[in-house]
């Protein structure tokens, strides 16, 4: 369920009669998800400052070859800024069915992704750190790993003709989880 108070304002209404709205949070006490130290994600949204309606940002930091794993967002549209590093981000447009491959190399560089666009960012350099941003304060994300380990095995048979026994070996890496989010997932799972 969505929070009817989230989306775009275009005044303060929000802030009105509730006394001095808190304007401070320190994002690295939020943590989306984390790989290990150096693969971590950091999100501030409305759920940990009120006062920010109608928005959010994420702190991405990753190592040389760590993913955000393909996903998209139902709700919000993103762009995605480079701090430090260099990252490629691949977008899908899903009314062309094609593959745009964005380099990223030198601070300020930014990606836009539509809401609803199939997407992933590759860590191309260690300490490579990216804000992004979002149009809602409550964003909603479809993770691709979670698509896959949710469809039944029998669909990838049916569907694609793949062996469901070599699926479920492939798939079992990610069995379980809430989601990979920033991959690849230990090679000992």
Wanted: net charge negative; no cysteine; aromatic share 8%.
């Amino acid at each position: 369920m969505t929070n009817p108070t989230s989306g775009y304002i275009t005044d303060n209404r929000n802030l009105t009669g509730k006394g001095t709205p808190n304007l401070f949070f320190d994002i690295e006490k939020s943590i989306l998800f984390e790989r290990n130290p150096e693969n971590i994600a950091f999100l501030l949204s409305s759920t940990q400052m009120p006062a920010m309606i109608g928005g959010s940002i994420a702190d991405l930091r990753l190592s040389k070859g760590f993913i955000r794993e393909p996903h998209w967002h139902t709700n919000a549209w993103e762009l995605v800024y480079l701090i430090s590093g260099a990252a490629t981000v691949s977008v899908l447009d899903p009314t062309t069915n094609k593959r745009q491959t964005l380099k990223l190399a030198k601070r300020g560089e930014t990606v836009f992704i539509p809401m609803g666009y199939w997407h992933w960012i590759v860590a191309d350099e260690d300490n490579t750190n990216l804000l992004l941003f979002f149009n809602n304060d409550q964003i909603q994300t479809q993770e691709g790993s979670t698509m896959l380990t949710r469809t039944p095995l029998e669909v990838y048979e049916n569907a694609y003709n793949i062996n469901p026994k070599k699926m479920e070996k492939a798939l079992k890496p990610i069995e379980g989880t809430e989601g990979v989010i920033i991959g690849p997932p230990d090679k000992n799972t």
